[in-house]
């Protein structure tokens, strides 16, 4: 944590050169947490999080809207809503103090830093942060005295899933790993898995060995349950890829559209190209 402190303080003199220092961290956490073209605002919004932090509830009605709307909500409804996420985002953000917006941007490139094949995962890596920033402000971690264990982040939480995408991939044969002979439509990969923390019900789909839902809990509980997560009933297959005759045409279409243009071009232009036009005389002006 501390050479993230220092990584961080680099980037931040390395902006301080050209602004004041506190337009530097602003500008900073704009660009990696809450600006408008950070990803983990977009993830933040598409996955109605706010709802779980605006209520303070665990019966999120973002995560159970399947189960209590049979319609979908009206236009001018949804609007009202996506506004009013952004504005609760927005008080949120400007009410925060400079020493949280340093922890925050600490936090979220430690847990990048050490996400292994995670890293490939945007969207379960702002779950991961989400859920361990929650914890980080609730008072029992707060007044804790001793430190959590060392390699927590990494046995708890980065180990078990780097576990199931590798045995998505690859199993144990006379000791040695070798790749399974297994079509890619059966794999859960990494578009799969992403996937899952994309939107609420995906979210809600995580429970724990317990069978208990990690939703279910408060949202300052959940990083602390990552290690009873059973991944296995989680993640299911969402991308599905065949191949037939078809991707031909679509993936090979810039070839077919070479080809195309060209015989188009000399089966109907070679008369005017080639036309042979009267001999001129050399006498001629």
């Given at each position: 944590m501390r050479n993230m402190f220092d990584f961080v303080m680099q980037l931040?003199?390395?902006?301080?050169?050209?602004?004041?220092?506190?337009?530097?961290?602003?500008?900073?956490?704009?660009?990696?947490?809450?600006?408008?073209?950070?990803?983990?605002?977009?993830?933040?919004?598409?996955?109605?999080?706010?709802?779980?932090?605006?209520?303070?509830?665990?019966?999120?009605?973002?995560?159970?809207?399947?189960?209590?709307?049979?319609r979908q909500p009206s236009k001018s409804a949804a609007e009202k809503s996506l506004h009013g996420a952004v504005y609760r985002w927005r008080q949120a953000m400007h009410g925060m103090s400079q020493y949280d917006r340093l922890r925050?941007?600490?936090?979220?490139?430690?847990?990048?830093g050490e996400a292994a094949q995670v890293r490939f995962a945007p969207e379960c890596r702002y779950f991961i942060f989400k859920c361990a920033d929650n914890y980080y402000r609730l008072p029992e971690c707060q007044n804790r005295i001793e430190p959590v264990p060392e390699g927590l982040y990494l046995r708890a939480v980065i180990k078990p899933l780097y576990q199931f995408?590798?045995?998505?991939?690859?199993?144990?044969?006379?000791?040695?790993?070798?790749?399974?002979?297994?079509?890619?439509?059966?794999?859960?990969?990494?578009?799969?898995i992403y996937q899952l923390f994309r939107y609420p019900e995906g979210i809600a789909a995580i429970v724990l060995n317990d069978k208990t839902r990690l939703v279910d809990l408060p949202p300052a509980q959940r990083f602390m349950k990552f290690d009873w997560v059973d991944w296995n009933r989680a993640f299911?297959?969402?991308?599905?890829?065949?191949?037939?005759?078809?991707?031909?045409?679509?993936?090979?279409?810039?070839?077919?559209?070479?080809?195309?243009?060209?015989?188009?071009?000399?089966?109907?232009?070679?008369?005017?190209?080639?036309?042979?036009?009267?001999?001129?005389?050399?006498?001629?002006?």
């Open positions: 931040l003199d390395s902006r301080a050169l050209c602004m004041p220092p506190d337009q530097a961290l602003i500008t900073l956490h704009a660009d990696y947490i809450c600006g408008h073209h950070a990803n983990y605002w977009k993830w933040y919004l598409a996955a109605q999080l706010d709802l779980d932090d605006a209520v303070r509830t665990t019966q999120n009605p973002g995560l159970n809207r399947l189960k209590s709307v049979k925050q941007i600490a936090l979220y490139l430690l847990f990048w995408i590798r045995d998505q991939g690859y199993e144990i044969v006379d000791g040695n790993f070798v790749r399974r002979e297994k079509h890619h439509v059966l794999i859960i990969g990494y578009n799969d299911f297959k969402t991308c599905y890829e065949k191949r037939s005759f078809m991707h031909l045409l679509v993936d090979f279409n810039r070839i077919w559209v070479i080809h195309i243009s060209l015989y188009w071009y000399y089966m109907y232009n070679t008369p005017a190209i080639y036309a042979q036009s009267e001999p001129r005389s050399l006498c001629q002006p």
